[in-house]
């Protein structure tokens, strides 16, 4: 490795943007059931399932448009929730035939509608076009399954619109329970992540006039970089959910791609660092960049396998997390592995440089609590994580915990007077001499014992560096990072007052306009029987099949 753009980080990033081209066309993401577009299907079996969506506990709804022939009479829509006695019990369950899976359901509950003209309140005319909506009331925030069955029949034929939402909410309207808050936890992070970028540039501009900016820290500016790209693109795609219940999926894909691009820039740092790489010795031997390419190599390919993985076998009628899988525990083994192996690189690097304790300690203290944070992450997010809140928990703790490693590097490298845990002695000048070193190729490779401090700049011939370490830089420093945290609070604030302002605008019917002004009996009063609370005969019943 030397000091100019890593042929291995460039070959990373390329490797990446391919994947994600061929997983876009390649495996294309699942159907999102809107009023925007209908769906034809025809299936061989005589039960399926269509989709699910964590309802609120008192907000929940669904809307639908059901068509077909009037030979295919007469189908059903099956409503499961996710207590073990339903869904559960019926999926996958190869011994079950569709009258049993049926049976588990509870009619007087208002959990299977009757696509059929004979049943009253479908909704249904002659030629068995079927337009209604149910409303979901429960305990606590559930998931749904709807399913579609016709026992005993010829197999299913039908054309179906449906839209599923949560009150009438910009933030929440289209949105699963499991993902309320993403796309402010998304926006909120952007933020900040973008403040932190800006306050590297700057600081890069400094230790660039100093003859100190230094390969890693123009890696750690790329990861930091790329982590805002990546909320940009998650942001506008949530942004673009929000508003009509379909977005695009494709920049979904690409802002994932991105966040594990910029993953694994930012763990390629580390490791470089703990080498010694740019603070005790100018590259990395030949042995050493064939192990860590190597390594990095695997790393990626088990990253693009998690993806594939994802894309063509998570089944979308099981609530699945991502490191549920063996590609998963892959990527937590290596990071166990990339620790290892980074503990040891610091050792060797103290052993070699003792006075560079005071950066490598808090080094390596704060960053062992990271590559611990996604192993201990996942297993709690599959294990301790209620799976209606799953996506939402886990999007904030895993933004969370990037943004705890990017500002503890911001704050060991700043380019401070009061910063004793500063790196770099050797300018980016001198690294071309030392390389050129007629001691030898070991030799060559090591920076000379150098402990950061002010007074090494003293009677130098080149221009004095001690102004990169001068006090007023601190006011600076301070000045950025109260903008920093004004930006939050202003971001907060935004969001606080967008969210009342959209709870004032109704939001129910404009991607529904075939269903504006239908004639709509006012919903009934709950009322309790054997421990279930439903409501009784009519268009709009809201029921709670989930029981106290």
């Known amino acids: 490795f030397h000091p100019h753009p890593s042929p291995l980080l460039l070959l990373l990033i390329v490797f990446f943007f391919w994947s994600y081209f061929f997983i876009f066309c390649s495996f294309p993401s699942l ?20 989709t699910r969506f964590c309802f609120l506990t008192d907000f929940g709804r669904l809307d639908f448009r059901f068509r077909y022939p009037k030979s295919r009479c007469c189908q059903n829509i099956l409503l499961y929730f996710d207590d073990s006695s339903q869904w559960p019990a019926v999926y996958k369950s190869p011994k079950k035939n569709c009258y049993q899976k049926e049976a588990v359901l509870r009619p007087e509950n208002n959990q299977v509608i009757n696509l059929t003209t004979r049943y009253t309140w479908s909704g249904c005319v002659e030629v068995l076009s079927c337009v209604g909506g149910r409303s979901f009331r429960s305990v606590r925030e559930r998931w749904w399954y709807i399913a579609l069955s016709k026992c005993g ?35 909120t992070f952007l933020v900040i992540f973008s403040m932190v970028f800006l306050l590297s540039c700057y600081f890069a501009y400094n230790l660039k006039g100093r003859q100190l900016l230094h ?39 690409l802002g994932k791609l991105l966040f594990s691009v910029s993953f694994l820039v930012f763990l390629l740092m580390l490791i470089l660092l703990g080498k010694g790489f740019t603070v005790t010795r100018a590259r990395i031997s030949h042995s050493g960049s064939v192990k860590l390419s190597i390594y990095m190599t695997v790393y990626t390919i088990t990253y693009v396998i998690l ?23 892959g990527l937590m083994g290596l990071q166990l592995l990339a620790y290892v192996w980074f503990c040891y690189a610091v050792l060797i690097s103290l052993k070699h440089y003792p006075e560079k304790q005071p950066f490598y300690i808090p080094f390596f203290t704060t960053y062992t609590l990271w590559f611990f944070a996604v192993p201990v992450m996942a297993l709690i997010a599959n294990f301790g994580i209620p799976r209606w809140a799953r996506e939402k928990i886990v999007n904030g703790i895993q933004l969370g915990i990037h943004l705890y490693a990017h500002i503890v590097f911001l ?38 014992h150098h402990a950061y401090g002010n007074s090494s700049f003293l009677g ?35 969001s606080s007052y967008l969210r009342t302002k ?29 421990g279930w609370e439903c409501l009784a005969q009519g268009p709009n019943r809201t029921f709670d099949c989930a029981g106290r």
């Open 31 to 50: 159907p999102v059931f809107s009023l925007s577009s209908a769906l034809l299907c025809s299936y061989l079996q005589d039960w399926i399932f269509l």
């Open 153 to 187: 029949g010829d197999g299913l034929q039908l054309e179906y619109e449906m839209k599923l939402t949560n009150g009438q909410s910009f933030w929440t309207q289209h949105f699963s329970a499991d993902e309320f808050g993403i796309l402010e936890t998304d926006i």
């Open 215 to 253: 390969t890693t820290y123009k890696m750690f500016m790329t990861a930091a970089g790329v982590e805002v790209l990546s909320l940009s693109f998650h942001c506008i795609y949530w942004g673009l959910y929000a508003r009509d219940g379909v977005g695009n999926g494709s920049l979904k894909i």
């Open 307 to 329: 993806f594939i993985y994802e894309a063509e076998f998570f089944d979308p009628g099981e609530v699945l997390y991502v490191y549920d899988s063996p590609a998963g525990y």
């Open 411 to 448: 704050v060991i490298t700043r380019p401070s007077a009061a910063n004793k845990n500063f790196p770099y002695h050797v300018r980016t000048s001198q690294i071309g001499i030392l390389l050129s070193s007629p001691k030898g190729e070991a030799g060559g490779e090591s920076f000379p």
């Open 460 to 494: 130098d011939s080149q221009p004095n560096f001690t102004e990169l370490f001068s006090i007023q830089s601190v006011s600076v420093y301070r000045c950025l990072c109260g903008v920093l945290a004004f930006g939050c609070i202003v971001g907060a604030l935004c």
């Open 502 to 530: 959209s709870r004032e605008t109704n939001y129910t019917w404009w991607i529904f306009p075939q269903l504006r002004g239908h004639n709509r009996e006012p919903e009934p009063q709950p009322s309790t029987e054997n």
